[in-house]
Nanobody, 120 residues
Framework: GHLVESGGGSVQAGGSLRLSCAAS????????MAWFRQAPGKERERVAV???????TYADSVKGRFTISKDNAKYFLYLQMNNLNPEDTAMYYC???????????????WGQGTQVAVSS
């Protein structure tokens, strides 16, 4: 269940970042993989999920700008973020759950998070 995120950083509005999440082979193959984010003073929000068969779901706030994907050979999860805006500033977390739950509490494994900061 070990998850490790990378790829966060600081960008200007309109820029792009790609987040990566390294997973163990067991976690990767058995679970729905997800990206969550939490901004200061706000609740954690589910950003995107990808199921075992590759089906994806996105939050309305990121549709058309973010793309979740995974590399089945390397056990990596990605989040390509384009056209970033200051409202995307948050700590981003990789998570794994038995199904693609909406409720964060039902996700079994979490990474330590990677910070994304978008300036206007």
């Amino acid at each position: 269940g070990h998850l490790v995120e990378s790829g966060g950083g600081s960008v200007q509005a309109g820029g792009s970042l790609r987040l990566s999440c390294a997973a163990s082979a067991d976690t990767y193959s058995r679970y729905c993989m997800a990206w969550f984010r939490q901004a200061p003073g706000k609740e954690r929000e589910r950003v995107a999920v990808i199921s075992g068969d590759g089906g994806t779901t996105y939050a309305d706030s990121v549709k058309g700008r973010f793309t979740i994907s995974k590399d089945n050979a390397k056990y990596f999860l990605y989040l390509q973020m384009n056209n970033l805006n200051p409202e995307d500033t948050a700590m981003y977390y990789c998570a794994a759950g038995s199904l693609c739950w909406t409720d964060e509490k039902r996700y079994n494994y979490w990474g330590q998070g990677t910070q994304v900061a978008v300036s206007s």
